[in-house]
């Protein structure tokens, strides 16, 4: 009898914490109900949020302050979507403000020039990847490969080796600062030790690619082709 009790004792202490796991679990995720659009400046987010939101066309300029609206997902969820702006000097203030309540975060990078600031845009790449609050709230990262529509532009594959050789300079060149910069713990690393970056090494963070584009490079302003990126929402949300 005393093992019998003692094995439906256990039982339901697994039972219970199991719901609580649950629980806890649950709530984390309906609390992170925010998708980051970023990248540098130049590279189409804030026209992408406006097709995104709107559906429509808008000349767009430099942002100078976030971006932000409900979204409703092709599985008929919504999350809030929030465009970052670009420039160095604003970028991490808004970034401050939402990073903790993001599901996914979406890098633009434009496929026309990133081999001319491929330096910029990985190190601000690089600043995403091990920041402690992105990482241990955002599993879900998408590399939007914009301006896909022109006949010059990179393919995903070829920008993502580009950004991972480049990530592996940056990681050499600012790994031994980390420990001295205020505010970091350095403990702080991107990738695995004694290996050439790769995204497949920021597990459990999935770092995915996309291609697409915001507006027609022949400037017929209707055509576009998010879809990509609107499946990748919709399947995180």
């Not at 796991?21 to 400046?41: D, E, H, N, P, Q």
């Not at 600012?174 to 970056?197: P, V």
């Not at 996309?210 to 990509?228: F, I, R, T, V, W």
Request: with cysteine.
């Amino acid at each position: 009898m005393d093992n019998i009790l003692l094995n439906v004792i256990i039982g339901v202490c697994v039972v219970l914490l199991t719901i609580v796991f649950l629980l806890i679990y649950s709530w984390g995720k309906a609390t992170r109900c925010t998708i980051l659009i970023t990248g540098v400046c130049d590279s189409g987010k804030t026209l992408i949020f406006t097709r995104l939101i709107h559906n429509m066309f808008a000349k767009t300029h430099t942002s100078i302050k976030d971006n932000s609206s409900d979204y409703l997902t092709e599985k008929g969820n919504t999350l809030q979507i929030v465009d970052i702006p670009g420039h160095e000097r604003l970028r991490n203030r808004y970034l401050d403000d939402y990073k903790k309540s993001a599901r996914g975060l979406v890098y633009v990078v434009d496929s026309l020039t990133l081999h001319k600031e491929i330096r910029d845009v990985a190190e601000y790449l690089y600043t995403l990847l091990i920041d402690e609050d992105i990482m241990n709230n955002c599993k879900n990262i998408l590399i939007f490969c914009n301006k896909q529509d022109n006949s010059t532009a990179k393919g995903a594959q070829i920008l993502k080796s580009l950004l991972e050789k480049e990530l592996n300079t940056v990681r050499e060149t600012k790994s031994h600062s980390l420990a001295s910069t205020e505010g970091d713990t350095g403990t702080s690393y991107l990738g695995i030790r004694g290996q050439e970056f790769e995204f497949s090494h920021c597990l459990p963070t999935i770092v995915e690619f996309a291609e697409g584009y915001a507006l027609d490079s022949e400037g017929d302003k209707s055509q576009h082709n998010l879809n990509p990126l609107k499946k990748w929402i919709s399947a995180i949300s």
